[in-house]
């Protein structure tokens, strides 16, 4: 399982917990800064979001396109193919399915909106109840 913590810290990445009034997190390219009241699953997942944008150089927002880009390679690292057919048949639910897969839902909704031919073509076979078309 990717661990972002882990990989920050590898990487020299300093994390700050702050108050910030209308985003979960934030980076200069530096460092990376956390809203203070985001739950677990939610700093995991945008810590490993601030993570891409440092890795590529990004020191500021980006737009619309390059957003897009970091939030498919979020999803792709926080769940690979091998993790979602494990839960295949596990829940009903999306929100209960993010939860078991340790992201956010709208991190497993990117990943289900980018899956391969092949990945949905898994996913399908093991009967998975949301793959996109």
């Not at 839960?87 to 709208?106: C, F, G, K, Y």
Request: proline share 3%; aromatic share 6%.
């Amino acid at each position: 399982m990717f661990d972002p913590w882990f990989e920050t810290t590898c990487r020299g990445i300093r994390i700050y917990l702050a108050h910030l009034r209308d985003r979960s997190a934030c980076t200069d390219g530096t460092h990376i800064w956390l809203d203070a009241h985001l739950t677990r699953i939610e700093a995991r997942c945008s810590l490993t979001h601030e993570l891409i944008h440092v890795l590529r150089g990004h020191q500021c927002a980006q737009c619309a396109g390059i957003e897009k880009c970091v939030r498919e390679r979020v999803a792709r690292l926080l769940t690979p193919i091998h993790t979602i057919l494990a839960r295949a048949q596990s829940q009903e639910n999306p929100a209960d399915i993010a939860e078991e897969l340790d992201v956010t839902l709208a991190v497993l909704t990117d990943r289900m909106t980018t899956l391969t031919h092949h990945e949905r073509a898994q996913l399908r076979a093991a009967t998975f109840p949301y793959v996109t078309a």
